[in-house]
């Protein structure tokens, strides 16, 4: 195993030496380096990408998913690519992940700012306009400017389940009950019963209609995921 993990490091080290000027190259060592574990060795390799590519918000967010679990460090690097890019669009990504940063941590009015910051960036980024949107549902704020985006997001990614979820939700949380369904319908269809949360919002909607016994169906099946 010893020779076999030595083997792998001297092929990323030759994609490099033979490909110096190729971002790829760096995003397979940097790939390697996480799969061994090792953070600092994976996050020096995502800066040579940087250096590459200097416009581009990808080696910033593979950095920041380094460190999923320490959210400092995550805000650290998120602040530092803003330093860095100029394209409205890149820095649109990053605001989007401080956005979820901020949100799904401390800070929800901060996070709803910087997707709101995001948004204006790019209005046509089906990722921000989806999670967006879905922060506004669960805040339950601004539901009429949470369904335009998110059906849009669904508009420019129509089979995307995650995306159906969040506009269905929307239309539940508006009392647009008959419609939630049909969208939840879809997103089933398109690998919604793989995803606890879409099973759970959609056995609310049942209830809502007053299919109690589907609703339970669903609910169960969602404590098996």
Not at 63 to 74: G, I, T
Not at 80 to 90: I, N, P, V, Y
């Amino acid at each position: 195993l010893r020779i076999f993990l030595k083997r792998i490091d001297e092929v990323c080290a030759l994609f490099i030496e033979v490909h110096p000027r190729d971002m790829q190259s760096y995003i397979l060592a940097a790939s390697w380096a996480e799969v061994k574990g090792d953070k600092a060795e994976a996050e020096k390799f995502y800066r040579s990408v940087v250096e590459l590519s200097p416009d581009s918000s990808l080696p910033w967010l593979m950095m920041e998913a380094l460190y999923s679990e320490d959210a400092p460090k995550r805000e650290k690097i998120l602040l530092e690519a803003l330093d860095h890019l100029s394209d409205k669009k890149e820095i649109a990504n990053v605001y989007s992940s401080l956005a979820t940063l901020y949100f799904y941590g401390k800070d929800k009015n901060k996070g709803l700012r910087y997707y709101e910051k995001a948004y204006k960036l790019f209005p046509d980024s089906a990722n921000i306009l989806n999670n967006y949107a879905y922060a506004l549902s669960l805040e339950k704020k601004d539901l009429k400017k949470a369904k335009k985006m998110a059906k849009k997001a669904l508009d420019l990614r129509p089979e995307e389940p995650s995306y159906l979820d969040t506009y269905a939700f929307i239309l539940y949380l508006r009392g647009e009950y008959q419609d939630a369904k049909k969208y939840y319908k879809k997103a089933l269809v398109y690998g919604g019963k793989e995803h606890k949360e879409i099973l759970e919002h959609y056995a609310l909607t049942l209830e809502a209609l007053g299919e109690q016994d589907l609703a339970e169906y669903y609910r169960n099946l969602a404590k098996d995921k």
